[in-house]
């Protein structure tokens, strides 16, 4: 079976990439520092722990597995850790990703499918979002992720490296089996936190400004569910073995919805309102970030089944309900 080395596979998104991946015949082999991931989320093929920061330690696992790709999800995350400790997110995103792409040159593993994001376009109000738009990050998360972007860029002019970027726009949901899910600790996505907040997890939401320029005030975001978002990742990985090399998409649904909106859907799904109040501006949001581009569609065949809101919202309330992680 051929092995796909995947960074942060122990994460929300990696973990759902490993049942991906084994589902559609590879196998998995998470490499994880555990620091924002979860040992018990590794269900889909082994762990390898270890920290991108670490060279050697890639060398000897890149030796011991031979991948025939990388699918790389490790990073740090948080929009608004990023412009307090911008420090961490160009040391553990960009150094980190920089050891990765030399250490698969050193073993001759040239194809990864890389985690990028809709923050590298920064706040660009009525602009379609495609893939040919200026990037423009506003904060260190989108800034160190289009840094790797173009390291992937230069290592592909020196050394050949194919690379499938995504540019994700907001992930939700869980696996519909809630075998793996979304949990992080400190928790600071929106869904999830409205999931805390109507089970009483946490006394009330903050909703992080309702001065911004949208019809009700609040940020509107493109969610896309993580079983649309992971299959993307498969047939962007087939597209690399088959010698079509690398590409950039953008995964998104290309509709927007508001913080209201979602609060919204997960009254309606769950029955019960969101308690909640109105705080300040979050420090690096952008007022509006919604995916214009077809292209996952046209060129990989991308059928997105589940991502609607409230399918997205209804995957999560069941993993928030029945499923964790405690190690
Ligand atoms: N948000 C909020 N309160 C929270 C967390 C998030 O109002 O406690 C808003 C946030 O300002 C943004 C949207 O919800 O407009 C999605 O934020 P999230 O952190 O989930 O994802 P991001 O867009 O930062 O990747």
């Not at 942060?8 to 049942?19: E, N, R």
């Not at 890149?62 to 025939?68: S, T, Y």
């Not at 029955?271 to 420090?283: C, F, I, K, L, W």
Request: charged share 25%; hydrophobic share 40%.
């Amino acid at each position: 079976m051929q092995k796909v080395l995947v960074t942060g596979g122990a994460g929300y998104i990696g973990s759902h990439a490993c049942k991906a991946l084994k589902a559609a015949g590879f196998e998995p082999v998470t490499f994880d520092n555990l620091r924002t991931g979860w040992r018990e989320a590794v269900k889909f093929g082994t762990l390898e722990e270890g920290d991108l920061l670490d060279r050697a330690r890639l060398d000897e696992v890149f030796a011991k597995h031979k991948p025939v790709a990388v699918m790389h999800f490790a990073a740090l995350s948080q929009v608004g850790e990023s412009v307090q400790e911008p420090g961490l997110y160009w040391r553990n995103n960009t150094g980190g990703s920089q050891n990765l792409i030399e250490a698969m040159i050193a073993a001759d593993c040239k194809r990864i499918v890389f985690s990028s994001t809709c923050a590298t376009y920064g706040d660009q109000d009525n602009v379609v979002l495609d893939e040919e738009t200026p990037q423009f990050p506003i904060n260190a998360y989108g800034k160190s992720k289009r840094a790797i972007e173009e390291m992937l860029e230069d290592f592909g002019v020196s050394d050949g490296i194919e690379a499938v970027i995504f540019r994700y726009f907001n992930v939700a949901g869980a696996d519909p089996e809630a075998e793996v899910g979304e949990f992080h600790r400190p928790e600071t996505h929106l869904i999830p936190l409205i999931l805390d907040a109507i089970d009483g997890k946490r006394a009330a939401l903050t909703v992080f400004g309702e001065d911004y320029d949208t019809p009700d005030g609040t940020c509107i975001r493109d969610y896309v569910h993580v079983m649309d978002l992971v299959d993307a990742h498969v047939l962007g990985l087939r597209r690399l073995l088959s010698g079509d090399g690398g590409r950039i998409f953008n995964l998104g649904t290309g509709k927007g919805f508001s913080v209201r909106e979602v609060m919204d859907v997960a009254e309606r799904v769950t029955g019960t309102p969101v308690p909640h109040d109105v705080g300040a501006r979050r420090a690096g949001d952008c007022t509006k970030l919604v995916s214009g581009s077809e292209r996952a569609v046209t060129e990989l065949g991308w059928r997105p089944e589940r991502s609607t809101l409230e399918q997205m919202v209804e995957d999560a309330w069941r993993w928030h309900k029945t499923g964790h992680y405690d190690s």
